[in-house]
């Protein structure tokens, strides 16, 4: 809280001002503009005024009034990754490629550190191998909701927790 005391004046005066910030003024991000993702919501809007003057000339005056006002919207947040598609999450990689392009090798487990790496058979691990907690671990990821680069397949706007609108 801000206190000012002024002597009054026979003549009015005051002053009126907005400070704003909007997406439309704004250019997207080089991440969104990838993705192709639009520009997110921006909203930050600062105004006031104040105002003081007579009343009754030489008698009364009007106090100095002040009023200010924020109205605030914050970006939200895109949260780019990859997630276990719906054949990786049963064990089955065969549709698995690296962001280069190329399959990976899986291998059968334990044959890596005895020395003698044996590729799992047309990148299905067999359901013999696969553990109850690892199936229940893999249907906690989202599942798959983007087609993007690089190995990327899951895109969450995540909003700010600072946001008010």
């Known amino acids: 809280m801000n206190v000012v ?3 009054g004046s026979n003549k009015w005066h005051g002053t009126a001002w907005d400070y704003l910030r909007n997406e439309v003024l ?3 991000s080089a991440d969104n503009n990838f993705l192709g993702v639009p520009r997110p919501k921006y909203r930050y809007n600062y105004f006031g ?3 003081g003057g007579p009343i ?3 008698k009364l005056f009007l106090p100095f009034s002040n009023q200010e006002n924020t109205k605030v919207f914050n970006p939200s947040v895109a949260e780019q990754t990859r997630v276990p598609t719906a054949l990786e999450r ?3 990689f065969s549709q698995t490629f690296n962001p280069d392009g190329t399959a990976p090798t899986i291998y059968m487990p334990g044959t890596q550190a005895a020395g003698s790496p044996t590729p799992v058979p047309g990148m299905k691990i067999p359901a013999s191998l696969l553990s109850p907690l690892g199936l ?3 249907k906690t990821f989202p599942e798959p909701n983007y087609a ?3 190995g990327i397949n899951y895109l969450n706007i995540l909003p700010n ?3 008010a609108g």
């Open 49 to 51: 005024g104040n105002l």
């Open 26 to 28: 704004n250019a997207n």
């Open 5 to 7: 005391t002024k002597s």
């Open 136 to 138: 229940a671990i893999a």
């Open 56 to 58: 009754k000339r030489d």
């Open 90 to 92: 049963i064990g089955d």
């Open 161 to 163: 927790k600072d946001a």
């Open 148 to 150: 993007g680069t690089n």
